[in-house]
């Protein structure tokens, strides 16, 4: 069906601007990069508003003048049943609309500041059908560069199967960043958890995984956390921690980003801070020479992210390992005829155009990430053990935005900047969190003529995100198709709560004249008792919610029963596996995790390689 209806009612299309009419065909490339099931939804949704209207008109929506079309939407918005359907066909029009607004008066495109290191890549499609290594890498980001550096440093022939593709720093430079945003995410940036609520938990697909899409911030794994990892779980990964956390920051670059280049919207949370007297400061991040591009999420186009595709992985290259792309990887091949029990004996993989070939080694690391390994594990009849899948942290988050007098453009300066540590010993962290120019994830209040005006005042935003450490409280499910199930454990909808009370306070100690909430029945107040009023009968299930940092899905740890992998991260019932990515951290690391599971992979594959 057209989209052109809806857009043109959402965005109240008068026809005085050139960019609203450039929206559908945006949209429908964002459609398109969905999965199946999301995309036909949505397009159901937008049929129910389409036919909604010619119930009360006898039209639809595009042969309606502007005016009859903000008379539906009126209409709607007044049925506080159909506020969630409506905010769900906001946010893919957003993301267009706000993309055809900024290529309207787009800057000039940012330039590398250095070429990127060489990998060695080969297409799937020209790997031989068989081949031979010591060990095979499942995945290419965080953990699985890690684990290839380490392993080809050690002299084994390592090969890396990646199922995404390699992109350049250049080319991020030259796209606009929606049209990154879709081929750099898996899905789309689409993946829901479905659950109660249901939350989108974007995941990168691309050489790098998802450090060529995170925010670049690194926070080293707190120390009650290592030692509940070891006290709790017995999980070896946790021992000495410390020094593999101080390698890893070194690889990474990671240093205090420099207030020069935070930008306005940072330094509107450092300033609500001091007023409150909270423990707030620039964050540490892995770019060396950031140059507030705003772009970390879908990569950045300077070069100064060291994300492990231009940090980690060309030293495992330069040591002799191969990165095979576009490969996703069907199953672990496995020997059961082996004295002392099956034996890991390599990889069956297929290219894009489903051609197969094999990878044989006997030592396969399933570095896929926490969404992938366990459905990998279960295709090779590896995925037995009671708890496989289970055990899923995810990082709930809600952001809120507050409107200041002066302008902020928030999306100049450094995309995460800042972090709020006030309430981080009560489960929440704050980060100033900003967006990309023209994806602006916060969700605007209002439709029609109101969200047209949301939309042109959105440079006076400041945006505040925060995560929760959450209770395991999901699930990895599927085998050839993986379904995520995740139920917002009590205890953490009250934190929730909580952060946006804590976000709301802080903005207005800064200065905002109202905060936005992101809470359809109350999308604005204006000062901290109205929020603490709106709060009261508000659900955690009524906010603006995503998740992140998907983590413990093959959890390492000493017993059996509740551990697929022992303390070491290796895959119990079969010899020659190793679980290297978030999957094997035994629960929530309560930070942005990135550091700690290259610290943990570290102590695996040393611990592997010493016997």
């Known amino acids: 069906m057209s989209l052109t209806g809806l857009v043109s009612a959402l965005l109240a299309d008068d026809g005085t601007a050139d960019w609203p009419r450039r929206v559908p065909a945006r949209l429908e490339?964002?459609?398109?990069?969905?999965?199946?099931?999301?995309?036909?939804?949505?397009?159901?949704?937008?049929?129910a508003v389409d036919g909604y209207a010619t119930a009360r008109t006898g039209r639809p929506l595009g042969a309606l003048t502007a005016p009859e079309r903000e008379s539906v939407l009126a209409q709607l918005a007044a049925r506080p049943a159909l506020l969630p359907l409506l905010d769900v066909l906001k946010v893919p029009v957003l993301l267009a609309a706000g993309t055809?607004?900024?290529?309207?008066?787009?800057?000039?495109?940012?330039?590398?500041?250095?070429?990127d290191p060489p990998l060695d890549l080969t297409p799937a499609a020209d790997w031989p059908a068989r081949s031979t290594a010591d060990a095979v890498v499942v995945g290419s980001?965080?953990?699985?560069?890690?684990?290839?550096?380490?392993?080809?440093?050690?002299?084994?022939?390592?090969?890396?199967?990646?199922?995404?593709?390699?992109?350049?720093?250049?080319?991020?430079g030259a796209r606009a960043p929606l049209d990154r945003f879709t081929e750099l995410y898996r899905d789309g940036g689409a993946t829901v958890a479905v659950g109660n609520p249901p939350l989108l938990l974007p995941v990168g697909r691309a050489v790098g995984g998802t450090t060529v899409v995170n925010s670049g911030t690194c926070y080293r794994t707190p120390a009650h956390v290592l030692a509940r990892w070891t006290r709790e779980f017995g999980c070896a990964l946790a021992d000495d921690l410390d020094r593999h956390l101080d390698e890893a920051e070194r690889t990474l670059r990671v240093a205090t980003q420099p207030v020069d280049v935070l930008g306005h919207n940072g330094r509107i949370a450092l300033a609500g801070a001091r007023e409150l007297g909270w423990r707030a400061a620039p964050l540490r991040r892995n770019a060396p020479g950031c140059l507030g591009s705003c772009q970390c999420v879908v990569g950045c186009p300077t070069g100064a992210k060291q994300s492990v595709q231009l940090s980690v992985l060309p030293d495992a290259c330069a040591a002799g390992a191969r990165v095979v792309t576009g490969a996703r990887a069907d199953r672990v091949l496995v020997d059961t005829d082996r004295p002392g029990?099956?034996?890991a004996a390599g990889v069956r993989a297929h290219g894009p155009d489903g051609t197969a070939f094999e990878i044989l080694a006997p030592l396969v690391v399933v570095a896929a990430g926490a969404t992938q390994?366990?459905?990998?594990?279960?295709?090779?009849?590896?995925?037995?053990?009671?708890?496989?899948?289970?055990?899923?942290?995810?990082?709930?988050?809600?952001?809120?935005?507050?409107?200041?007098?002066?302008?902020?453009?928030?999306w100049e300066g450094v995309l995460?900047?800042?972090?709020?540590?006030?309430?981080?010993?009560?489960?929440?962290l704050i980060e100033a969190t900003a967006t990309?120019?023209?994806?602006?994830?916060?969700?605007?209040p209002g439709l029609g003529g109101e969200l047209r005006r949301?939309?042109?005042?959105?440079?006076?935003?400041?945006?505040?995100?925060?995560?929760?450490?959450?209770?395991?409280?999901?699930?990895?499910?599927?085998?050839?198709?993986?379904?995520?199930?995740?139920?917002?454990?009590?205890?953490?909808?009250?934190?929730?709560?909580?952060?946006?009370?804590?976000?709301?306070?802080?903005?207005?100690?800064?200065?905002?004249?109202?905060?936005?909430?992101?809470?359809?029945?109350?999308?604005?107040?204006?000062?901290?008792?109205?929020?603490?009023?709106?709060?009261a009968v508000t659900s955690a299930r009524q906010l603006h919610l995503s998740a992140y940092h998907p983590t413990g899905t093959v959890a390492a740890g000493a017993s059996p029963e509740r551990f697929p992998a022992d303390p070491r991260g290796r895959l119990r019932g079969v010899h020659g596996v190793l679980i290297a990515d978030a999957s094997v951290l035994p629960s929530c690391p309560q930070v942005n995790p990135q550091l700690s599971i290259m610290a943990a992979v570290l102590a695996s594959t040393e611990a592997w390689l010493s016997g």
């Open 29 to 47: 490339t964002v459609l398109a990069a969905m999965p199946r099931p999301a995309r036909a939804g949505l397009r159901a949704a937008a049929r």
């Open 100 to 115: 055809e607004r900024m290529l309207q008066n787009a800057p000039a495109p940012r330039r590398p500041t250095r070429p």
């Open 141 to 172: 980001g965080a953990g699985g560069a890690t684990a290839a550096r380490t392993l080809a440093r050690a002299g084994l022939d390592v090969v890396v199967l990646e199922e995404g593709r390699h992109h350049s720093t250049e080319s991020f």
């Open 341 to 343: 029990g099956p034996r």
């Open 373 to 410: 390994s366990p459905p990998l594990l279960r295709r090779s009849g590896l995925g037995r053990h009671p708890r496989l899948g289970r055990n899923l942290s995810v990082h709930p988050a809600t952001s809120v935005a507050g409107r200041f007098a002066e302008p902020v453009t928030a």
């Open 416 to 428: 995460q900047s800042v972090g709020v540590e006030e309430h981080h010993a009560r489960g929440v």
């Open 436 to 444: 990309p120019p023209g994806m602006g994830s916060f969700i605007l």
């Open 454 to 535: 949301e939309l042109e005042g959105a440079d006076r935003l400041a945006t505040l995100g925060a995560m929760i450490a959450d209770r395991p409280s999901g699930r990895v499910l599927g085998r050839d198709r993986t379904l995520l199930r995740y139920d917002l454990d009590p205890r953490d909808a009250g934190r929730l709560l909580r952060a946006v009370r804590a976000m709301g306070e802080l903005l207005f100690a800064a200065g905002a004249e109202e905060v936005l909430t992101g809470i359809p029945t109350a999308p604005r107040v204006r000062s901290l008792a109205e929020l603490d009023a709106v709060l």
